[in-house]
């Protein structure tokens, strides 16, 4: 009885962003790298009454680790001063991860949540910087495949020195608990350099 649920949740999260893709006043492209993993990222922004729909597609691929991909539909607003924000929303994982030597199923839905500070909003004006972090979670009953669980976490920096590009330095942690006995788990943290695209 899972997998209807978990499809029709997905294909909401398609239509959300093929919906935003239509409409978006602004859309943003990320590609990072390090020496054993690329990392990929496109989202749209549409505004709305006093706040922002956000949706986005993105993966990374490590050859010896993962091959994952990720659709989020979130809301995002401004909180108590200029240039901080936060967003809530859904976040969806399918693909694959090997442990020993064996691929494991991944397909997760779950919640997402961010916090970003845009320093060039604040009263630095002159610092082009903006800061974010996530975090995402797909706790058991949202969990399909060969997954119990899945946790995300991401940290970014990025630095805009064009109006149109930036430089980003980003740190990934994903933690992925299997369903098999004994109970077995699949974890990694890297960190990435690569550019941003604004268009």
Not at 112 to 124: E, M, N, P
């Amino acid at each position: 009885m899972k997998k209807p649920a978990v499809l029709l949740a997905v294909t909401t999260l398609i239509f959300i962003f093929c919906a935003d893709i239509a409409a978006a006043t602004d859309y943003r492209f990320r590609l990072s790298t390090n020496q054993n993993a690329l990392d990929a990222e496109f989202d749209a922004h549409i505004d709305m009454s006093n706040s922002q729909l956000v949706t986005g597609i993105s993966g990374v691929y490590d050859n010896d680790d993962f091959k994952l991909l990720f659709l989020k539909a979130l809301i995002s607003n401004e909180l108590l001063f200029d240039g901080l924000s936060a967003g809530l929303g859904f976040k969806g994982a399918w693909g694959e991860a090997e442990k020993h030597h064996f691929d494991r199923d991944v397909l997760n839905l779950g919640f997402a949540c961010y916090v970003g500070y845009d320093l060039s909003k604040s009263g630095l004006n002159n610092l082009p910087i903006l800061l974010t972090t996530s975090f995402y979670i797909s706790p058991e009953p949202l969990a399909f495949g060969d997954t119990e669980e899945l946790i995300e976490v991401m940290a970014e920096g990025s630095w805009k020195v064009l109006d149109q590009a930036a430089i980003v330095i980003n740190y990934r942690y994903i933690e992925i608990d299997f369903d098999q006995r004994p109970k077995m788990q699949k974890s990694d943290n890297a960190g990435f350099l690569g550019l941003r695209f604004f268009f």
